[in-house]
């Protein structure tokens, strides 16, 4: 991987990142303190809900929410396999289930055809997971939860800014969960959020990240220390001011590769649902000739980095296996069997998306 010339990931830290931190620092205040809170404000005010609560990383911000919504033992949650495994870990965390329902094979997300198979008499919540940038399709998820009496937790560790019908991810479940880690849209280093508009909720929450106290040494239940500190906070708000110049550069970026690769044989270039703003996390595209990982080879070959988003369904996961967490998922099994992400970021040139394309039509013209 020594020749790779256009990385899949590059976090992008300027000037006001850095002058920031150097503030907080110089306070003496560099846990959490009045850069969180004003974090907090300004990016549930960005997301369009009421409150925020911030975490010390998208992870914490799923376990907090699920245990906000007093979910527990003998509860199960509904939930996609194709995902990263701190979606399934963060409903194990608090005892309960996690079922896996199948994706759709054009947007990854959620199938809402496939959830009420899945709904059993111990269904408490279902916890759609907003993949590469690109928001399952929440109205109809919202109506089944509506239906059957269940909590929607949105996963929007991937999504910051993306919308669906007009409405921004973060603002359409009970309860959103963002990640802030460095390769996100946008970072705190590490880091998490969590948006909501139901206020016995955000302060169900608040318990839960500082060691289920709402007053100092008055423990109400059993907590975490799960708090942001000034100095992701700081960072955070520098961040959020560039986060739509971010998303812009990404889905431009994407725009160049797909005109790009339309033609190329043996892959499909990511979909975007009518209707919804794609903000491009990852630009995945999933070969249909050969195998994966020889154009994995091939591409890096040529100077480009990749990354396989995700190669295991959970319920494949060995943990899993062994705790007895099973599902059959094809549309996940395809996905994870021939799934590709290339580099999308803001920084890239268009010599580097040029270099992107050609690598992906040598991988093809190699290939049968």
Request: net charge negative.
């Amino acid at each position: 991987m020594s020749n790779i010339r256009v990385p899949i990931a590059k976090p992008i830290i300027g000037d006001e990142e850095i002058e920031n931190v150097v503030e907080v620092l110089k306070s003496g205040m560099i846990a959490q303190g009045p850069k969180v809170e004003e974090f907090e404000q300004k990016f549930a005010e960005w997301v369009g809900a009421e409150y925020g609560i911030a975490v010390n990383s998208g992870t914490a911000a799923l376990h907090t929410a699920l245990l906000a919504c007093d979910i527990g033992p003998g509860d199960e949650v509904i939930t996609t396999p194709f995902t990263f495994i701190a979606s399934g870990n963060s409903i194990v965390y608090t005892g309960a289930k996690p079922v896996f329902a199948d994706i759709d094979l054009k947007t990854y997300t959620l199938s809402p055809d496939a959830i009420e198979d899945a709904i059993t008499e111990n269904t408490k919540a279902i916890l759609p997971v907003q993949l590469y940038g690109q928001s399952a399709e929440m109205d109809k998820i919202n109506e089944i939860a509506e239906k059957y009496g269940l909590i929607v937790i949105e996963d929007a560790a991937q999504a910051h800014g993306a919308t669906f019908k007009g409405q921004k991810v973060g603002s359409m479940g009970d309860m959103s969960c963002f990640s802030f880690y460095p390769t996100k849209n946008m970072t705190t280093s590490e880091g998490g959020i969590i948006t909501t508009d139901d206020e016995e909720l955000a302060d169900s929450a608040r318990m839960f990240r500082a060691h289920g106290a709402t007053v100092r040494y008055h423990h109400n239940a059993i907590g975490y220390n799960f708090r942001m500190t000034d100095i992701s906070a700081a960072i955070g708000l520098a961040q959020l001011k560039n986060i739509d110049e971010f998303n812009d550069k990404r889905i431009a970026n994407a725009d160049y590769l797909n005109k790009g690769l339309a033609d190329v044989d043996g892959i499909i270039t990511p979909y975007c649902a009518d209707g919804s703003k794609h903000v491009y996390h990852q630009y995945t595209i999933r070969v249909e000739k050969g195998d994966r990982d020889d154009w994995v080879d091939i591409i890096n070959d040529c100077g480009v980095g990749t990354g396989i988003h995700y190669p295991i369904p959970l319920y494949n996961q060995p943990i899993y296996m062994a705790l007895e967490f099973e599902g059959y998922c094809p549309n996940a099994e395809l996905a994870a069997d021939n799934v590709i992400s290339l580099p999308v970021h803001p920084s890239l040139t268009q010599e580097d998306l040029d270099l992107v394309i050609e690598a992906v039509k040598t991988a093809s013209n190699e290939l049968d």
